[in-house]
Structure formats: C-alpha cells, structure tokens
C-alpha cells in the first residue's frame, strides 16, 4: 500500500526563496509525468524522511497529496548539497499502478563462497544498483544475489540473476555483476646475484688488485 506524504503547493520561485525554505526544513519540489501540468510544491524535510524510511528506500511508492488530489507517485530525483549532503530539491513522478514503470534497485550478496576464501579471493560485486522495469506492485526492495558456490575462476552475469516474478531487467545481459577478487600475494624467494669481481668486494688470493686500488704492503701514496 503507497505511503502518504503531504505536499505544499503555491511556492514562489526563485533561488533565494529556495535557500530560505531549505532552512525552514522545508523542501521545495515538484510534481510532473502521465501529461499533467508539473506542480511545484513543498514538502516537510521530515516527513520526507519517514516516508522514505521504509525497506524501500527511495523506491517507495507514495500517495503523494498535491492540492486536493492525491497521485500514486515515486521519488525521481533527490538533489542535494554537494557539501552537506541535506536534500536541496526533490523531483515526484506521478506513476500508474498498472503500468510498467524502470527503477534502479539496490544489490546484495548473500552467502558465504567457501571456495572463493579457501582460495583467498574476495567476491565482489561490481555495480550497485540494477535496472529492472515492473508494476509499482512488483517493484522489490532489493535484489538478492547468492554467492555460496562461486570458485575463484566464476562470474555471475546479469543474464543470470534470478529477478522476481513480474521483474524484467534493463541493460546487457553479459553485464558482470559479481565477480571475484584475488587478494592473496604469492610469496617470491629472494634472488641472490653473485658477481665476481664486484665494487667492493675482496680479491681472491692471488688475484690482481683492480685498477686504482691501493698498492699492498708499505708503498706510500704519490704527492
């Protein structure tokens, strides 16, 4: 069932009145898709945020109430401070609850692969969101992948991830979505050069000294 939030709408526009309603704890915002004129609107910074507290994150489903209407709706576009990370502008899309809509959604490994970490390899999964297109009834939460029998030398493409029933994904199918990552280092022995003859090193008996080494026994340096 959508999550209710109330929106705000008559706000003036500008970019001074929207640094004084972000202040306010107030988001301004709007309202567009399915032909309707966009509404721009205001909605509370917290009321947002218990809206979007729920397993689905930002992909909730809202009954959004614009005015005296209320539209089934998600969130498109979180735009916030590039410094404070607080939520400077928000985009609504009114959606269909029948017709198919795409989402970005959150992956996650479960499992544990045994074999990878004998091995000491590290799974890893190589994007963060996956491309799937339903009805807002069959948008998931999350996408699960499990890694349990993954070896050293496996992938999992997006071809292959289970989605749920009703779920379609977007994007190449031999897009690698988990792969595996060799984090042990091989020991090297170390390799000992002998050089006969070398800077330094001491003549052997009987072996001419190099050029411009000091002449043995009592001989004294030239001047």
């Known amino acids: 069932m959508p999550t209710s939030l109330k929106t705000k709408i008559g706000r003036t526009i500008g970019s001074a009145e929207s640094r004084r309603l972000v202040l306010a704890d107030q988001i301004p915002g709007v309202v567009y898709g399915h032909g309707m004129t966009p509404v721009k609107v205001t909605v509370d910074r917290r009321d947002l945020r218990v809206a979007l507290a729920g397993p689905a994150g930002a992909n909730t489903i809202l009954e959004l109430e614009v005015g005296d209407t209320k539209y089934p709706a998600i969130v498109k576009e979180l735009q916030r401070d590039p410094v404070k990370r607080v939520v400077r502008h928000v985009d609504f899309m009114q959606i269909s609850l029948t017709e198919l809509i795409t989402m970005d959604i959150p992956v996650h490994l479960k499992g544990t692969a045994k074999a990878v970490l004998a091995d000491g390899g590290l799974v890893d999964a190589t994007v963060n969101t996956i491309q799937v297109r339903a009805t807002a009834a069959n948008i998931p939460n999350e996408i699960l992948i499990d890694v349990t029998s993954m070896g050293m030398e496996d992938v999992i493409h997006l071809s292959e991830i289970e989605l749920p029933e009703g779920c379609t994904a ?30 330094g090193a001491a003549p052997a008996d009987g072996a001419t000294p190099a050029a411009g080494a000091a002449p043995a026994g009592d001989a004294k340096p030239t001047a």
């Open 170 to 199: 977007v994007g190449d199918p031999d897009l690698v979505v988990v792969t595996v990552l060799t984090t042990k280092i091989e020991e090297v022995a170390p390799v000992v050069a002998a050089v006969e003859g070398e800077a």
